[in-house]
């Protein structure tokens, strides 16, 4: 990714909240390539994608402080002196999210605020990252998506976030509190929780595969998606940290691949060299928080940053495979 961002990173001191989670981990692994002092935060809290096998290729060579992002006095500690600060802690069930909206509302809220306030107070000049989410856009009005695409969120999980995403564009701009804000679409690839659907379907799909059991694809598996390989995301993050002209922006993760369902589960079924998928109805509880189709235009952060998705979608699903099988006892 260039010289440049090289040495945006050496020598400096990170901070990755959800560290030991999915896209933390993995970006993690990376920044403690490009020689920076890394310092994971997470609760471990077990519905939540925090698992400590995740670091295992560089646990020597990170901390790891176990702590809530709700509690505030923790957070004013862990931001003082640091250059950087990823923030990918959140709450990210959509059907949790509706059985207990306070815990979301905490976690992908208030908590977020609490953020923001120990880095206007402690370290001003920190440069943050926020993984925000493409559900705050709701069921898309047109397609592709844009930033400028209204925002109407349907569940509890969308709003909070989409509140997140403003708390950090305001200290942005009233406070200079850097920040850039990136709604990720569906993210996959190794360290992705797989033994549940909290975290993303593809998750419990790679699961069932491996495991000989059918994938189930709700409703008629026409829907559409998009999807970003864990690599290309850890780009996105590195390319937004590294350039200020990202200070105070919004931009869309996405893919030029977009894929019906059912087409996807009939692209892991050859991958996997084997298995099966049916078509099943819609749970109720998953039907009215559904957003039909959905993929992004992702042309700002390509024209503003340079990015774009370099792993095709057959080989990221590969690649994931291909890790599960070999590490499914630390996942399931």
Request: one cysteine or more.
């Amino acid at each position: 990714m260039g010289e440049d961002l090289l040495n945006s990173f050496a020598g400096k001191d990170i901070l990755i909240t959800g560290g030991l989670g999915f896209i933390g981990s993995n970006l993690a692994i990376r920044l403690v390539s490009l020689d920076a002092r890394v310092t994971l935060v997470d609760s471990l809290i077990p519905e939540y994608g925090g698992n400590a096998c995740n670091i295992e290729p560089v646990k020597d060579r990170v901390r790891v402080n176990i702590a809530d992002v709700r509690d505030e006095y923790s957070m004013n500690h862990l931001v003082r002196d640091r250059d950087y600060l990823f923030n990918l802690a959140g709450q990210t069930s959509h059907t949790d999210s509706m059985l207990n909206p306070y815990v979301d509302l905490d976690i992908n809220c208030r908590a977020q605020l609490s953020i923001l306030e120990a880095c206007r107070k402690y370290n001003p000049g920190i440069k943050i990252v926020f993984a925000s989410t493409r559900q705050i856009y709701g069921k898309p009005d047109y397609l592709p998506v844009d930033e400028r695409h209204p925002l109407h969120p349907m569940d509890v999980n969308g709003i909070n976030k989409m509140a997140g995403e403003w708390y950090h564009i305001l200290y942005n701009n009233v406070y200079g509190v850097r920040a850039v804000s990136l709604r990720l679409t569906n993210t996959y690839g190794p360290r992705m929780r797989v033994k549940d659907a909290r975290q993303t379907f593809l998750g419990i799909w790679i699961r069932r595969l491996i495991e000989g059991a059918p994938i189930e694809v709700f409703g008629d598996g026409k829907q559409l998606r998009d999807f970003n390989y864990v690599d290309d995301v850890v780009d996105a993050m590195l390319l937004s940290g590294a350039d200020d002209a990202s200070n105070g922006q919004i931009y869309n993760l996405g893919s030029r691949e977009v894929i019906s369902l059912k087409d996807l589960a009939e692209l892991m079924v050859r991958i996997n060299g084997g298995g099966e998928f049916r078509i099943v109805p819609f749970p109720p509880e998953r039907k009215v928080i559904d957003i039909g189709d959905y993929y992004a235009n992702f042309d700002k952060i390509q024209q503003m940053l340079g990015w774009a998705p370099k792993v095709p979608l057959a080989e990221g699903l590969s690649k994931t495979l291909d890790f599960y099988r070999r590490y499914s006892n630390y996942y399931w």
